[in-house]
Nanobody, 125 residues
Framework: VQLQASGGGVVQAGESLRLSCAAS????????AGWFRQPPGKEREFVAA????????LYSNSVKGRFTISRDNAKNTVYLQMNSLKPEDTAVYYC???????????????????WGQGTQVTVSS
């Protein structure tokens, strides 16, 4: 699976952005998809994920209620809608995919097989 992330940019606090992750090489149907981010000077961290069936989602506590992960199987694309952005959301955002990951491992970076390149999100105060 090849993943292409896009949609990053510079916004002010309180604004919204929608990231996209387009997949090629295989369908995302029955494949788990997730988003991670790496803030400046920090380790990469889990943000959100959608399970293989698409029926289960998981969010980090820091984004719960503000971010929403969704997928469009017809477009083979996964989205991350980010609302009420804060300066601490500034990071490089990465999408990931995996065909065999289980729900309990969705937040574990090393459990994911496929990664896209990052897209920069900068939130100014």
């Amino acid at each position: 699976v090849q993943l292409q992330a896009s949609g990053g940019g510079v916004v002010q606090a309180g604004e919204s952005l929608r990231l996209s992750c387009a997949a090629s090489g295989r369908t995302l149907r029955n494949v788990a998809a997730g988003w991670f981010r790496q803030p400046p000077g920090k380790e990469r961290e889990f943000v959100a994920a959608s399970s293989r069936t698409g029926g289960g989602t998981l969010y980090s506590n820091s984004v719960k209620g503000r971010f929403t992960i969704s997928r469009d199987n017809a477009k083979n694309t996964v989205y991350l809608q980010m609302n009420s952005l804060k300066p601490e959301d500034t990071a490089v955002y990465y999408c990931a995919a995996d065909a065999s990951i289980i729900y309990s491992s969705l937040s574990i970076e090393t459990a994911w097989d496929y990664w896209g390149q990052g897209t920069q999100v900068t939130v100014s105060s």
